[in-house]
């Protein structure tokens, strides 16, 4: 009888590394979830900081490292996104945690009209209308009496004091209105990051990530395998427009307080994010996260050089670009091979004998 050999062979993404990091990972969440039992208030709104540039970070490199569009203007969708909320909260009288919900929709609705003219400009054209829409909607709500005008106005006290989702923290933790906002904010934080993570790895996973992927490398040629660019395109640019507008109206839920040249500050919600991205490997979901926890150290280690600050962030952003071009992540795993994210797909298994199995229907 002829020996015939069964194939077995079938995708897999995951490794040995990614499986061991999910059930670290499993526990760093449990343990963030329990902080607030036993760190102190500062350290809350530390982490509220890195979590909330963690989800902007992570929203900017699902635009540029995995669809190609480098945009310099992702401050309008955190100014939009937080203006949102505060004019469902002041006008409408939501409760702020309902109108975060609102605002990143409201950011995404934002993003249909821009879409339709940004998609004409390519490459640095692209960059630059990005940023010239950011002024525009700036200048825009810099124009609304009703929420301060270019002056700003701050969230209303019984708003934000009178939140059933605050008194419940304030009775669990048995602490002050103050102290559970920011306990709740840093939970609405974790959430949203984690969330975030998740389903950026998702779609990367599944086809129309490989899509994505095809449409960043060679535009032409995914065009070419039935890849319809465009939509993919528009699709990943709502997505981290939602996502964006639900940041910044997080992060000013927090904050309390409005401006539009804060809300649609270039250097805090886009320069920063950018560099995140750059130093800690852009194209990657764990670069943001490396490149998070590498700019907040820097951030407090040049606290006290001033106006030099920008500047040694920009030549230490250099000096990464230059020796390692892939980010610190991308260096690490090009020497080491571990991902803890991994979305390549490779073939596991190989022919198997029948003998082994008992015949071909063993």
Not at 231 to 249: C, H, P
């Amino acid at each position: 009888m002829t020996d015939v050999t069964l194939s077995r062979w079938k995708v897999e993404t995951r490794t040995r590394a990614s499986a061991a990091f999910a059930i670290v990972a499993a526990l760093v969440i449990l343990l963030a979830f329990a902080a607030p039992l036993f760190v102190s208030r500062s350290v809350l709104q530390d982490l509220f900081f890195i979590l909330t540039m963690l989800v902007l970070a992570q929203n900017w490199n699902l635009l540029a490292g995995y669809a190609g569009l480098v945009s310099v203007g992702q401050q309008a969708f955190v100014g939009f996104g937080a203006y949102s909320m505060f004019a469902l909260v002041i006008l409408a009288g939501l409760d702020p945690l309902a109108a975060i919900l609102l605002a990143g929709i409201a950011s995404a609705l934002l993003a249909i009209p821009t879409a339709f003219f940004l998609f004409r400009l390519q490459g640095a054209y692209f960059a630059i209308g990005s940023w010239v829409i950011a002024e525009v909607v700036r200048l825009a709500l810099a124009q609304w009496k009703m929420l301060g005008g270019g002056t700003g106005t701050s969230l209303p006290r019984e708003a934000t004091r009178d939140m059933p989702a605050l008194k419940l923290v304030g009775e669990l933790f048995g602490v002050k209105s103050s102290s559970a906002g920011d306990i709740l904010t840093y939970w609405l934080a974790l959430l949203l990051a984690i969330a975030t993570i998740g389903l950026v790895y998702r779609l990367l996973r599944s086809k129309q990530g490989l899509g994505l992927a095809a449409v960043r490398d060679n535009q032409e040629a995914a065009r070419s395998v039935g890849v319809d660019a465009r939509r993919m395109k528009t699709l990943v640019y709502l997505a981290a427009a939602f996502g964006t507008g639900l940041a910044g109206a997080l992060i000013y839920v927090q904050k309390a307080r409005i401006s539009p040249d804060a809300a649609f500050s270039v250097v805090d919600w886009t320069a920063y994010v950018i560099f995140i991205v750059v130093i800690g490997g852009i194209g990657t979901i764990e670069g943001p996260i490396v490149g998070v926890i590498v700019f907040y150290i820097l951030q407090n280690l040049l606290a006290d050089y001033g106006s030099w600050y920008l500047l040694i962030l920009g030549l230490i952003g250099i000096v990464i670009m230059l020796f390692a071009p892939r980010g610190l992540w991308g260096l690490f795993a090009e020497r080491t091979g571990i991902q803890l994210f991994p979305v390549r797909r490779r073939l596991a298994g190989g022919p198997v004998s029948p003998s082994k199995k008992g015949g071909p229907h063993g």
